[in-house]
């Protein structure tokens, strides 16, 4: 089993920045990719980036040249760097896990990100 902590949510003003990160536990060989999803108020969960264990990333249209996902494996570290936020990032913000084995998927406990003036 893959055991995700979510960690660095906050509260900002339009235009600041925020990390976020997500440590693995467990059996962490066995992850295929790691990413973020994020689900606001009465809206449905999202995709914010996925880093697959390769070089390519996908990030949704919305976070393009705002948002970096990266992922540090010696520390089994998943981080998502938010530049430029703006109110409608707001939300809670999930990391995600896929595994080789039968594509299981883990879900960290989210963290919140809000952003108001």
């Known amino acids: 089993q893959i055991q995700l902590v979510e960690s660095g949510g906050g509260a900002v003003q339009p235009g600041e920045s925020l990390r976020l990160s997500c440590v693995a536990r467990?059996?962490?060989?066995?992850?295929?990719?790691m990413g973020w999803y994020r689900q606001a108020p009465g809206k449905q969960r999202d995709l914010v980036a996925i880093?697959?264990?390769?070089?390519?990333?996908t990030y949704a249209d919305s976070v393009k040249g705002r948002f970096t996902i990266s992922w540090d494996t010696a520390k089994n570290t998943v981080t998502l760097q938010m530049n430029s936020l703006k109110p409608e990032d707001t939300a809670v913000y999930f990391c995600?896990?896929?595994?080789?084995?039968?594509?299981?998927?883990?879900w960290g406990q989210g963290t919140q990100v809000t952003v108001s003036s």
């Open positions: 467990g059996s962490t060989f066995s992850i295929k990719s």
């Open positions: 880093i697959p264990n390769t070089e390519q990333t």
């Open positions: 995600h896990a896929r595994a080789f084995v039968f594509s299981e998927e883990f």
